[in-house]
């Protein structure tokens, strides 16, 4: 009987303290960062900046285009007039201006991409130092990223996204 009552005791006791152990439980939060990106006021400067550099490398290739193409016009209305070492000449002045314009393509591909990364980069270091902050005062144990930890469904109370922007937008108005 005495055995018996110590085992009772000792389950209840594991009960009590598997209880006591779930109360001190992680608190885990979501953060989604692309919306974070795309709705928080820098985020929205960088994304009008990117673009006006974007429409500023498009400029220059529709510029080099254009006389790309003017070139090859005044090739073909030449065509009959020009002897053959001039329209050799020509053509090769064709030729070259054509692989510029691939090079140039290439180039401002380049750049707008690494521009992007360099904007996001830094954007991004801001806003995890923001997350860090929030999660401070939240007392938040662990937060993950919506897109990558592969959550397929999240309580709206562990989204902590809304109130990640708030406090980025009140450090970068």
């Not at 254009?66 to 020009?82: C, D, P, T, V």
């Not at 990364?117 to 662990?142: G, P």
Request: glycine share 2%; with cysteine.
């Amino acid at each position: 009987m005495k055995k018996i009552s110590i085992l009772i005791t000792l389950t209840f006791c594991f009960f009590f303290l598997n209880s006591a152990l779930a109360a001190d439980a992680s608190k885990v939060a979501i953060v989604d960062l692309q919306r974070c990106m795309k709705e928080s006021n820098e985020g929205k400067r960088m994304s009008e900046s990117l673009k006006k550099e974007v429409e500023a490398m498009q400029e220059r290739y529709n510029k080099a285009q254009q006389e790309l193409a003017a070139l090859q016009k005044e090739i073909e209305k030449q065509s009959l007039m020009l002897s053959l070492d001039a329209k050799e000449s020509k053509q090769n002045e064709y030729d070259k201006k054509n692989r510029a314009l691939t090079y140039l393509s290439e180039d401002l591909s380049e750049e707008s991409t690494a521009a992007e990364q360099n904007a996001s980069q830094a954007l991004l270091k801001d806003i995890y130092k923001i997350i860090d902050t929030v999660a401070k005062q939240q007392t938040i144990d662990l937060v993950l990223e919506k897109s990558t930890a592969g959550i397929l469904f999240v309580s709206s109370a562990m989204d902590i996204t809304d109130l990640v922007i708030k406090e980025y937008n009140k450090v970068k108005p």
